[in-house]
């Protein structure tokens, strides 16, 4: 179904995503229709520009929208959100683009690419889905970094902190999946082709020391994905976002709100008194200038201000993790058995259509045939591990079949020579032959009985030598 879900337009194609259920949430479906796929997809592609199918064009590779389709589901992206997403291996953009169209002008976008020419198609491919879409406009966070995807400095800059989601857009190989596995925050969602699998890898919430479970890993599906090139060497940092008034709505509703909160204290007109009474409350926000408050929060990440969860709210989120998770491995029970019902009846179809087969192969032949030819068509329209014996078998039948045909064109062939001899007896009668000539050929033959057909011909030859020998020796008498 996936790659019968194209269409000639945009919303075309995202409709047949939709019909064929590759897209289940509304927001996935409003990031397809915001973001158009034609805008990524290099000039020599653009007449396949809504194909579900992957294109490629030097070093600029576009997945296939069932792809992003899955990829974007796996993610569990929040909308309006205020997090961090990082794309390693971003390629043309459209993908981050799709995610940005969900989680909103609020959240930090980083892609990783090593391809200088992509990065500048990738960023010409941004600012026309900006013009053309009004609401694309506000998102200005989007930061492209020259960079080895597989070299991300996890001990410097905004990595130190984490990233709310990753998306990995080449293949890696498994060892090389705990260098990203670090990148990720505790409650953070990492989607990408591990080798030939896509797995979603989620980082639990764990306390002190206890990493046993740290990570969840879920295969989505089976894949075939260029590899994430490791060379050149690029040590890779990504710089830690610096607070600055003009990017606060950026910022975490914690951040924002603590901040709101020291600038209107250090803006109050109240006086502290010199020496503080024991007794009463300071305002020591108050006791800074703005401008040195202002100094001080560049200092912070985003979630500095963030507080700390409590034991009972640590229970209660496991507790809803636990649920959730309960209705998906439910939901997964019944759509395998829904798959196993749907399996058991086409095999139910498939035999009977093998036993059709074999009656009129019955009926073809003229005899039985080995029980086996059951087994063999479906075997081979179910898959079979032992297709030598299949093809062995069903090359007997064929041989059978060509037999029975050879046979009766030996026979019919026969019988024409034999009447062909008849009437060249007859001939020689009436042109005045000797009598023992004419009474041999005139006499009627004796039955024929079936032979072999190198006896037959042997047989025929010897007839013929006979019958030339008698004609000839006649004919002399007669002369003299």
């Known amino acids: ?17 939709k019909r064929f259920g590759l897209i289940s949430s509304i927001a996935v479906e409003n990031a397809f229709r ?23 064009d030097g070093n600029v590779h576009l997945s296939a929208p069932h792809i992003y389709c899955s990829v974007l589901e796996a993610l569990e992206l929040e909308a309006d959100t205020s997090g961090s ?33 992509v990065i500048q198609h990738s960023t010409r491919a941004m600012e026309c889905w900006k013009e053309r879409h009004q609401s694309a406009m506000a998102i200005s966070d989007i930061e492209i970094i020259h960079g080895n995807a597989l070299e991300i400095d996890a001990e410097e800059g905004e990595a130190v902190l984490g990233f709310d989601r990753i998306y990995i857009g080449a293949a890696i190989e498994t060892e090389d999946l705990h260098k990203f596995q670090k990148l990720l925050k505790p409650g953070g969602i990492l989607v990408g082709p591990v080798e030939d699998e896509l797995l979603k890898v989620v980082r639990n919430h764990t306390s002190g020391h206890n990493i046993d479970n740290e990570f969840s890993q879920y295969v989505i599906s089976g894949v075939r994905f260029a590899p ?7 040590e890779t940092v990504i710089a830690a976002r610096v607070w600055n008034p003009s990017i606060h709505n950026q910022f975490p509703d914690s951040f924002r709100s603590s901040c709101k909160e020291l600038l209107l204290c250090s803006n109050a007109d109240f006086e502290q008194p010199i020496t503080p009474q024991p007794t009463r409350q300071l305002n020591v926000a108050s006791m800074l200038p703005k401008a040195i408050w202002m100094e001080v929060m560049s200092y912070t990440h985003r979630d500095w201000f963030k507080t700390p969860e409590s034991e009972v709210e640590v229970l209660r989120r496991q507790l809803k993790e636990e649920r959730e998770n309960a209705e998906k491995a439910n939901r997964a029970r019944l759509e395998a058995e829904a798959r196993y019902h749907t399996a058991q009846r086409e095999r139910d179809v498939y035999q009977l259509l093998a036993r059709r087969w074999k009656s009129r192969l019955h009926v073809q032949l003229g005899e039985d045939v080995n029980d086996n030819l059951e087994d063999a068509a479906i075997s081979m329209l179910f898959g079979a591990s032992d297709n030598v014996s299949i093809f062995r078998l069903l090359r007997r039948v064929q041989d059978q079949m060509e037999d029975t045909d050879s046979e009766e064109e030996e026979d019919e062939s026969e019988d024409d020579r034999d009447q062909s001899e008849a009437e060249d007896g007859v001939a020689m009668d009436e042109d005045g032959a000797s009598s023992s000539t004419g009474s041999l050929i005139a006499s009627e033959p004796a039955p024929v009985q079936l032979v072999s057909p190198s006896r037959r011909q042997k047989m025929l030859g010897e007839s013929e030598r006979t019958v030339t020998t008698v004609s000839s020796s006649s004919i002399s008498e007669d002369d003299i």
């Open 1 to 17: 179904m996936a790659w019968r879900s194209s269409g000639s337009t945009n919303d075309e194609m995202v409709n047949n995503l």
């Open 34 to 56: 915001n973001v158009d796929r034609s805008l990524f997809v290099p000039e020599s592609d653009k007449q396949r520009a809504y194909s579900d199918q992957p294109l490629k």
């Open 85 to 117: 997403f990082l794309n390693a291996g971003s390629g043309s953009g459209y993908l981050t683009c799709l995610a940005a169209s969900i989680m909103g002008p609020r959240s930090s976008y980083y892609c990783v690419e090593i391809h200088e020419d």
């Open 228 to 234: 994430l090139i490791a060379y050149p060497s690029i």
